[in-house]
């Protein structure tokens, strides 16, 4: 796949949840049922941000390592993440051998997400940072944005690799009954 075809596939990864926070924001910044006294853009109140394109939600859940729900490809198709195992390990009947090693994946795991959500954090504030100080081109933007693309897809890539490494450690029985528990 060409480096902009998967920039192209990593923005549109992040954009529904960009557009889930916001529409959570704009909830809770008036009542369900109460309207808005005065008319305001659908982005007013973010202007604010340290990083405009990131949420304070979003930011503490790439430094906390957070799934955010970037690995739903391989959850949702039958590949069990190892936060789910562990909080499952009773009625899934892990072993002990099987739980120490999906402990350690799941710390491994936390680990890497955490140093690269920091690469995520730092390359959407590089892309801010073009347009705060007004110094953005169309090569700096291009540079910017794949940059940005990236990291957001080795993020998803380091989440999705843990699923594949907990199918390699649960038997097909587990695998199963993990995708009846989750209600799958």
Same mark, same amino acid.
């Given at each position: ?13 992040? @954009?529904? #949840?960009?557009?889930? !926070?916001?529409?959570? %924001?704009?909830?809770? /910044?008036?009542? $369900?049922? =109460?309207? *808005? ?67 350690? @994946?799941? #710390?491994?795991?936390? !680990?890497?997400?955490? %140093?690269?959500?920091? /690469?995520?954090? $730092?390359? =959407?504030? *590089? ?58």
């Amino acid at each position: 796949m060409k480096p902009s075809h998967l920039a192209l596939v990593a923005l549109c990864a992040w @954009l529904p #949840a960009a557009i889930a !926070q916001h529409t959570d %924001a704009g909830h809770h /910044q008036h009542g $369900a049922s =109460e309207p *808005a006294k005065h008319a305001h853009g659908p982005y007013a109140g973010m202007q604010g941000r340290a990083i405009k394109a990131l949420s304070d939600q979003q930011l503490s859940d790439l430094r906390a390592g957070k799934g955010m729900s970037l690995a739903l490809p391989a959850e949702l198709n039958g590949y069990p993440g190892p936060s789910h195992t562990l909080e499952l390990a009773e009625p899934l009947k892990l072993t002990a051998e099987q739980k120490s090693r999906t402990q350690a @994946l799941f #710390a491994q795991m936390q !680990q890497e997400a955490k %140093a690269v959500g920091e /690469q995520v954090i $730092a390359a =959407e504030a *590089a892309l801010d940072a073009l347009f705060k100080v007004k110094t953005v081109t169309p090569d700096a933007l291009r540079t910017a944005t794949r940059a940005a693309a990236l990291a957001q897809g080795n993020l998803r890539e380091t989440h999705l690799r843990y699923h594949l490494a907990m199918v390699e450690l649960l038997s097909p029985e587990q695998v199963a009954a993990y995708n009846r528990l989750r209600g799958y």
